[in-house]
Nanobody, 127 residues
Framework: QVQLVESGGGLVQAGGSLRLSCAAS????????MGWFRQAPGKEREIVAA????????YYADSVKGRFTISRDNAKRTVYLQMNSLKPEDTAVYHC????????????????????WGQGTQVTVSS
């Protein structure tokens, strides 16, 4: 079992920044690929960014490329999402997720591929 707890959400004006954190407990954190997803009201949960277990491979949705950065600190058992130049359309509940990969260099972008999920943290961007 892996337990995930997100933090760092809040209310920010358009153009501002936030850094989300996802702290993991349970199994060996460095064995897991991680992802950040978001879900806005009335919409499906969508991938935002993903990172391999090794940290060497990353993926970004087109809508956040160049603005968001995913990173991980395996010693701290934490994955981060740095969000810059925030837009009102970034408003959503952000969830982190963990998956035991077949290869340490692989990331995953499909919601159904992940095994563990956090409860989420609300991000609201005002215009």
């Amino acid at each position: 079992q892996v337990q995930l707890v997100e933090s760092g959400g809040g209310l920010v004006q358009a153009g501002g920044s936030l850094r989300l954190s996802c702290a993991a407990s349970g199994r060996t954190f460095s064995d897991y690929a991680m992802g950040w997803f978001r879900q806005a009201p009335g919409k499906e949960r969508e991938i935002v960014a993903a990172i391999s277990a090794s940290g060497g491979s990353t993926y970004y949705a087109d809508s956040v490329k160049g603005r968001f950065t995913i990173s991980r600190d395996n010693a701290k058992r934490t994955v981060y999402l740095q969000m810059n130049s925030l837009k009102p359309e970034d408003t959503a509940v952000y969830h982190c997720a963990a998956k035991r990969p077949n290869y340490s260099g692989t990331y995953y972008i499909r919601r159904g591929e992940y095994d563990y999920w956090g409860q989420g943290t609300q991000v609201t961007v005002s215009s």
